[in-house]
């Protein structure tokens, strides 16, 4: 079995192309360009074939698609922007994430075999909308009412799949993904901000205090588990729905994290900002978003996220080890004054 990921090697593309070849099958990473670092030389990659190229391009995607016995599509590749790039490039966020969307289906629609198609989309979606009356974010009834640019376009890409999929027999199916820390993160050209989570080893690896905004609420999920969501989404036979959430399941926050680091890196400090201080910790969100509801992955997939906030910092800071010795930068952080 082979699986393309558009925009492989981005922070979702590498984490769901290391779920994957763990479990013995292909990958195909569709990118504009190779990861910086060396994280293509990491032993979690060994068997990737990478292929560089442009998501609205058809002849670009016509060649990954022709890489060979490609089963399965998981589709990544978007801009992530803040809003500063929102006001710069807002036709180049359209044209990748949306024309890029509908060019890969079109595409996609060309070749036989292919099993299923997994667009990715954003809890950006439902912006700062009151959330059901179970507190939480639900796929059947919580309306989507996008407060950026990015989840304009991620709510556009996802109502075009599916309705391609309708009209060319494709069968696609939407994850809703939550806030995301964890291995794989890395800075790219179409991504302008890290996690919360990594700008805080970052600046504790380097010696420097961590000044929160806030205590930053939310749903966050690892990396890997984040994947495994992903990945079931690819290959469960029997869904029942075309649209699902893939999110920490809990909420938990930057303190907590904060505390664990610091027992993690001797000598971390760390506190809040006062009211006439910057924090040097950022985040997208002028307030925190309620959590998505996960239940309805859990029911058709089985999937439970798998790893504590303290688990997932100890992976995170084994790979961040492991990353070392594969000539992987330490610090991808902004250096914030």
């Known amino acids: 079995m082979t699986t393309l990921i558009t925009g492989g090697c981005g922070f979702i593309g590498l984490s769901v192309a290391e779920r994957v070849l763990g479990a013995g099958e292909n990958v195909v990473l569709f990118d504009q360009a190779a990861p910086a670092g060396g994280l293509l030389s990491r032993p979690e990659l060994h068997g990737a074939t990478i292929l560089t190229g442009d998501v609205r391009s058809a002849d670009d995607v016509d060649r990954a698609l022709a890489a ?11 801009m992530t922007p803040n809003a500063q790039r929102e006001h710069d490039e807002p036709r180049r966020i359209v044209e990748v994430n949306v024309v890029g969307t509908v060019n890969l289906l079109e595409r996609v629609a060309e070749v036989p075999g292919i099993k299923r198609v997994v667009i990715l989309s954003s809890v950006a979606i ?4 009151s959330p059901a009356i179970s507190g939480l974010f639900e796929e059947a009834s919580s309306p989507p009412a996008p407060a950026s640019l990015y989840g304009a376009t991620k709510l556009a890409s996802e109502q075009a799949a599916l309705r391609i999929g309708e009209l060319r027999g494709l069968d696609i199916r939407v994850a ?7 291995v794989w993160e890395n800075r790219s050209a179409v991504r302008d901000a ?4 990594h700008q805080i080893v970052d600046l504790a690896l380097q010696g420097r205090a961590v000044l929160l905004p806030r ?11 984040a994947a495994d969501g992903i990945t079931r989404l690819s290959t469960t036979p029997d869904l029942h729905h075309r649209t699902y959430h893939v999110s920490g399941g809990v909420s938990s926050d930057l303190t907590k994290w904060c505390e664990i680091v610091g027992g993690l890196v001797p000598g971390f400090r760390w506190g809040f900002a006062n009211a006439d201080q910057s924090g040097n910790v950022a985040y997208s969100l002028p307030k925190d978003r309620a959590p998505l509801s996960i239940a309805r992955l859990s029911d058709d997939t089985g999937f439970k996220p798998s790893r504590s906030l303290e688990t997932a910092a100890f992976e995170y800071f084994d790979w961040i080890g492991a990353a070392r010795h594969a000539d992987l930068p330490a610090s991808t952080a902004d250096r914030t004054p």
């Open 68 to 78: 060979g016995g490609i089963d399965r599509v998981i589709h990544t590749a978007a």
């Open 126 to 129: 439902y912006g700062f909308s």
């Open 176 to 182: 809703r993904l939550g806030p995301v820390y964890g």
């Open 194 to 197: 890290l996690s919360p989570h």
């Open 215 to 225: 205590a930053m609420t939310a749903d966050w999920i690892f990396s890997r588990d």
